[in-house]
Protein backbone atom coordinates (compact mmCIF):
# COMPACT_ATOMS: atom_id res chain seq x y z
CA UNK A 1 0.00 0.00 0.00
CA UNK A 2 1.14 3.23 -1.00
CA UNK A 3 0.45 6.23 1.88
CA UNK A 4 1.00 10.12 1.15
CA UNK A 5 0.74 12.69 3.70
CA UNK A 6 -0.32 16.37 3.26
CA UNK A 7 -1.43 18.92 5.91
CA UNK A 8 2.18 19.71 7.51
CA UNK A 9 3.63 23.45 7.65
CA UNK A 10 4.10 26.05 9.89
CA UNK A 11 1.29 27.08 13.12
CA UNK A 12 1.79 28.94 15.82
CA UNK A 13 1.65 27.84 19.39
CA UNK A 14 -1.98 27.62 20.43
CA UNK A 15 -3.57 26.35 16.80
CA UNK A 16 -4.68 23.74 15.63
CA UNK A 17 -3.49 21.51 12.55
CA UNK A 18 -5.46 18.44 10.38
CA UNK A 19 -3.02 16.11 8.52
CA UNK A 20 -4.00 14.10 5.73
CA UNK A 21 -2.91 11.19 4.28
CA UNK A 22 -3.87 9.04 1.23
CA UNK A 23 -3.99 5.59 0.81
CA UNK A 24 -3.66 3.57 -2.23
CA UNK A 25 -2.87 0.08 -3.95
CA UNK A 26 -4.39 -1.62 -1.58
CA UNK A 27 -8.01 -2.43 0.23
CA UNK A 28 -7.75 0.53 2.67
CA UNK A 29 -10.48 -1.03 4.74
CA UNK A 30 -8.54 -3.67 5.63
CA UNK A 31 -5.52 -1.68 7.10
CA UNK A 32 -4.56 -0.40 10.64
CA UNK A 33 -3.78 2.88 10.25
CA UNK A 34 -1.53 5.28 12.43
CA UNK A 35 0.59 8.29 12.86
CA UNK A 36 4.17 8.77 13.89
CA UNK A 37 6.61 11.39 14.44
CA UNK A 38 10.10 11.93 14.58
CA UNK A 39 11.35 15.23 16.36
CA UNK A 40 14.77 17.19 15.55
CA UNK A 41 17.25 14.61 16.97
CA UNK A 42 14.71 12.29 18.40
CA UNK A 43 13.76 8.80 17.16
CA UNK A 44 10.58 7.66 15.45
CA UNK A 45 7.41 7.82 17.95
CA UNK A 46 3.78 6.50 17.77
CA UNK A 47 1.63 9.09 18.03
CA UNK A 48 -2.26 7.32 17.15
CA UNK A 49 -4.09 4.68 15.43
CA UNK A 50 -7.11 3.49 14.12
CA UNK A 51 -8.74 0.13 13.75
CA UNK A 52 -9.55 -0.69 10.24
CA UNK A 53 -13.34 0.03 10.57
CA UNK A 54 -12.79 3.29 12.78
CA UNK A 55 -14.30 1.76 15.70
CA UNK A 56 -11.46 1.79 17.91
CA UNK A 57 -8.82 4.25 18.37
CA UNK A 58 -5.21 4.12 20.16
CA UNK A 59 -2.61 6.76 21.36
CA UNK A 60 -0.02 7.29 22.90
CA UNK A 61 -0.33 8.52 26.50
CA UNK A 62 1.17 11.78 25.88
CA UNK A 63 -1.27 12.60 22.90
CA UNK A 64 -4.89 11.64 24.12
CA UNK A 65 -5.95 14.63 25.53
CA UNK A 66 -4.80 16.89 22.09
CA UNK A 67 -4.98 14.31 19.48
CA UNK A 68 -7.92 12.80 17.02
CA UNK A 69 -7.66 10.06 14.84
CA UNK A 70 -10.18 9.40 12.34
CA UNK A 71 -10.37 7.50 8.86
CA UNK A 72 -12.99 7.71 5.75
CA UNK A 73 -12.56 4.45 4.15
CA UNK A 74 -14.50 5.78 1.40
CA UNK A 75 -11.88 8.26 0.66
CA UNK A 76 -9.22 5.77 1.62
CA UNK A 77 -7.87 8.24 3.98
CA UNK A 78 -6.71 8.60 7.48
CA UNK A 79 -6.53 12.27 9.58
CA UNK A 80 -5.01 13.21 12.19
CA UNK A 81 -5.82 16.22 14.45
CA UNK A 82 -4.12 18.09 17.22
CA UNK A 83 -5.29 20.84 18.90
CA UNK A 84 -3.62 23.75 21.48
CA UNK A 85 0.04 23.02 19.56
CA UNK A 86 2.93 23.70 21.49
CA UNK A 87 6.58 23.60 19.88
CA UNK A 88 7.39 20.73 21.17
CA UNK A 89 4.99 18.88 18.03
CA UNK A 90 7.63 20.19 16.05
CA UNK A 91 8.14 16.81 14.35
CA UNK A 92 8.18 14.71 10.34
CA UNK A 93 4.84 13.19 10.91
CA UNK A 94 4.45 10.03 9.22
CA UNK A 95 1.33 7.93 8.34
CA UNK A 96 2.02 4.10 8.23
CA UNK A 97 -0.38 0.57 7.26
CA UNK A 98 -0.46 -2.61 8.38
CA UNK A 99 -2.72 -5.21 9.29
CA UNK A 100 -2.77 -5.76 12.77
CA UNK A 101 -2.47 -3.11 16.11
CA UNK A 102 0.42 -4.81 17.75
CA UNK A 103 2.39 -4.47 14.14
CA UNK A 104 1.67 -0.68 14.13
CA UNK A 105 2.37 0.06 18.09
CA UNK A 106 4.74 -2.54 19.20
CA UNK A 107 6.52 -4.54 15.99
CA UNK A 108 6.86 -1.76 13.61
CA UNK A 109 4.02 -1.08 10.45
CA UNK A 110 5.29 -2.65 7.53
CA UNK A 111 4.11 0.29 5.33
CA UNK A 112 5.57 4.15 5.40
CA UNK A 113 4.73 7.29 4.02
CA UNK A 114 6.73 9.66 3.24
CA UNK A 115 6.23 12.53 5.89
CA UNK A 116 4.94 15.64 6.42
CA UNK A 117 6.42 18.69 8.17
CA UNK A 118 5.22 20.46 11.37
CA UNK A 119 6.76 23.37 12.92
CA UNK A 120 5.00 24.91 15.59
CA UNK A 121 6.50 28.30 16.85
CA UNK A 122 6.34 29.77 19.76
Known amino acids: VQLQAVGGGLVQAGGSLRLSCVASGRTFSNYVMGWFRQAPGKERAFVAA????????YYANSMTVRTTISRDNAKNKVYLQISSLKPEDTAIYYCAADETISAMTSLGPGYWGQGTQVTVSS
Open 50 to 57: ISPSGDRT
